[in-house]
């Protein structure tokens, strides 16, 4: 690996330092690190950068305005789809609120301050050897800068929260910043900032967002960045003179479209935004039926359909917020159109213990797959150690 540069080391020297120190600085008051300590940083920061590279040669960029213009392209058309998914599954309200002032505060502490950090993010590549090596370091700097470590612990109460918080925020930083990197490298900050700016404006000044799964969410921010990356690729090699009209003809955006499609779907499916869903059984309650490990696929039913079951049909339903799969035994209907329903395992020597009612009603079981359900399994059996 080559050395660094005194300029680009002095930067990096810069950023440890704060990473470091702002684990003191956070004992003044969050509040005041937010709002004052971290944009005034990141002002010097940006500041530093600048005089550091204002005598160094420019970086030939081949297609920065083609890149540019793909990332706010693929954006938008995300937002679209992000928002459009409320009218299926409705809308919640924002946590923020939104006085003036509080949407002045939040766009300079929140949003102000991307440009400042993938300004920095940009000139510390520009000065740094062209190896992915440091481009790695600059990622990982760059990771620890978004990681809220003052909350950090309360992520560690449970192995429960700790996955949530594992694969709600952290993969996504990672996907992220890894992009942002690659983006930074292509072409400058301008898109990496456009790219961050517009989602965070999103949070910031809207008063509603759909409510969708939080597992959904974090998938389709994994898949923005892989969508977002393919684009950025393409237009690179476009741009490239090292390659033929005949590989570029191979590497046309067109064939990443079956594949985007496929992810997209899939994730869709397990997130069970489709009709239909799959579950991964988690006892062996229904042995002979389906075991542990293996995956049965669940039809969603409406309210309209509560009057079709039937005694024998395998119900999927939620109880003191467990989800259970089991066998109808009985079903006793109400006058008012609520229905109560027995259900029990197959391999259990009595009925559950319990009644289940109209609103703890998912769906019905259609038919199952074996084994594909034990990646689930495992995870569970680790949540609990």
Request: charged share 15%; aromatic share 14%; glycine share 4%.
């Amino acid at each position: 690996m080559k050395y660094l540069s005194k300029k680009a080391l002095l930067l990096y020297i810069i950023l440890i330092s704060f990473l470091i120190g702002r684990v003191f600085i956070v004992n003044f008051g969050i509040a005041k690190y937010t709002n004052f300590l971290n944009p005034l940083f990141w002002i010097f920061m940006t500041i530093a950068s600048y005089l550091m590279v204002r005598d160094e040669s420019n970086i030939r960029m081949r297609n920065k305005v083609d890149i540019i213009q793909s990332v706010i392209i693929v954006i938008i058309l995300y937002c679209m789809i992000y928002f459009s998914l409320g009218l299926v599954f409705g809308y919640e309200r924002s946590p923020f609120l939104h006085t003036f002032t509080v949407i002045l505060k939040n766009i300079w502490a929140f949003v102000v301050i991307i440009f400042f950090q993938e300004y920095a993010r940009f000139q510390m590549i520009r000065l740094s050897p062209k190896s992915i090596g440091y481009y790695g370091i600059i990622t990982l700097l760059f990771i620890v800068v978004d990681i809220e470590f003052w909350s950090f612990s309360t992520h560690l109460v449970d192995n429960v929260e700790f996955f949530k918080y594992m694969s709600q925020t952290i993969i996504p930083l990672i996907v992220s910043n890894c992009l942002f990197t690659y983006l930074a490298i292509t072409s400058g900050y301008i898109s990496s900032t456009i790219y961050r700016g517009v989602l965070a404006l999103m949070v910031y000044l809207l008063p509603i967002y759909p409510s969708i799964n939080w597992l959904v969410a974090s998938m389709m921010k994994i898949i923005l960045v892989i969508i977002v990356a393919l684009y950025v690729n393409y237009a690179d090699m476009k741009s490239s003179r090292a390659i033929t009209k005949r590989q570029l003809k191979k590497e046309s955006l067109v064939s990443y479209i079956p594949y985007v499609v496929l992810l997209v779907v899939v994730v869709c499916f397990v997130g069970g935004l489709f009709k239909y869903q799959p579950i991964a059984v988690l006892s062996d309650s229904m042995v002979p039926e389906f075991a542990r490990g293996d995956a049965v696929i669940v039809e969603k039913i409406g309210k309209e359909d509560l009057k079709k079951l039937k005694k024998g049909t395998i119900l999927y339903f939620s109880k003191d917020g467990k989800l259970i799969i089991h066998r109808i035994v009985s079903i006793k209907e109400e006058s008012n159109g609520k229905i109560e329903v027995t259900t029990k395992g197959d391999n259990n020597n009595s009925n559950d213990n319990w009644v289940v009612t109209n609103d703890e009603i998912i769906g019905v079981g259609k038919f199952m797959i074996p084994y594909v359900g034990y990646p689930s399994v495992i995870v569970n059996e680790l949540l609990k150690k």
